[in-house]
């Protein structure tokens, strides 16, 4: 069966220090997709990144950065330096196209990181 | 600017009445979602639709009913046999098929449902 799962609920970090979020993700399916998102307090959903699962390159972005590890399932998404802006909830998720969830997204219960100055 | 606008922000409903959640994108995206999050919870999808006039269930669609006349609408009813409405629902799109799953969904501001 396909998960994800985002075993930090909350995390409180003091600005300029790094900060980890995990994801721990299940599938059977070869091909597959992982995705961050960001909530603000607003409510919006902002998408930060994808990955394809035959990709296992770690990506930077500024002072976003993502590990992806297909040994253990993970996709960890580290921030550096982190802002009193980054406080939000962060949303891991996993698609499959040919799986049983047919394409649709399926996320982790997400992690709340305040930052705080 | 192109995006998925979602009203009414804030929506109260009295218990036993239906309600409809309004979602709208000018982003011409084929695929558009709804879904449901509560406290502490991730995203669940309720209904997903590929293309007008075609809409499937998703994980907790009971209580729920959608309509997909017009490509860039999707407008979600909460019906009273919905048991527990009280949520914040949020309306996404993608571009292509619903298996295009590379494809990343845009969001909505959400919609905030209050049963009193």
């Known amino acids: 069966a396909q998960k994800v799962t985002q075993a930090q609920t909350e995390i409180s970090v003091v600005e300029k220090e790094d900060v980890t979020l995990d994801c721990v993700y299940e599938?059977?399916?070869?091909?597959?997709?992982l995705f961050w998102y960001k909530q603000p307090p607003s409510g919006e959903l902002v998408f930060l990144i994808r990955?394809?699962?035959?990709?296992?390159q770690n990506e930077i972005s500024g002072r976003y950065s993502w590990n992806f590890q297909k040994s253990t399932s993970s996709f960890n998404f580290t921030i550096t330096a982190s802002q009193v802006v980054d406080s939000a909830v962060y949303f891991c998720?996993?698609?499959?196209?040919?799986?049983?969830?047919?394409?649709?997204?399926?996320f982790g219960k997400g992690t709340k990181l305040s930052v705080k100055p | 600017d192109g995006g998925i606008t979602q009203s009414p922000k804030y929506l109260f409903r009295k218990e036993g009445q239906n309600v409809t959640l309004s979602c709208e994108q000018n982003l011409n995206h084929d695929a558009m979602y709804w879904y449901r999050q509560d406290p502490g919870q991730g995203l669940r999808l309720i209904y997903y639709?590929?293309?007008?006039?075609?809409?499937q269930k998703g994980d907790i669609a009971e209580g729920y009913s959608v309509s997909r006349e017009k490509k860039e609408s999707f407008p979600l009813t909460v019906t009273s046999a919905q048991k527990n409405p009280t949520a914040f629902y949020l309306c996404?799109?993608?571009?292509?098929?619903?298996?295009?799953?590379?494809?990343?969904?845009?969001f909505g501001p959400g919609t905030r449902l209050t049963v009193l």
């Open positions: 998720a996993l698609s499959e196209p040919y799986g049983g969830s047919q394409g649709n997204l399926i």
């Open positions: 996404a799109s993608s571009i292509g098929d619903v298996r295009s799953s590379y494809n990343e969904q845009f």
């Open positions: 639709s590929q293309i007008v006039n075609d809409f």
């Open positions: 990955r394809n699962s035959f990709d296992e």
């Open positions: 599938t059977r399916d070869t091909t597959y997709y």
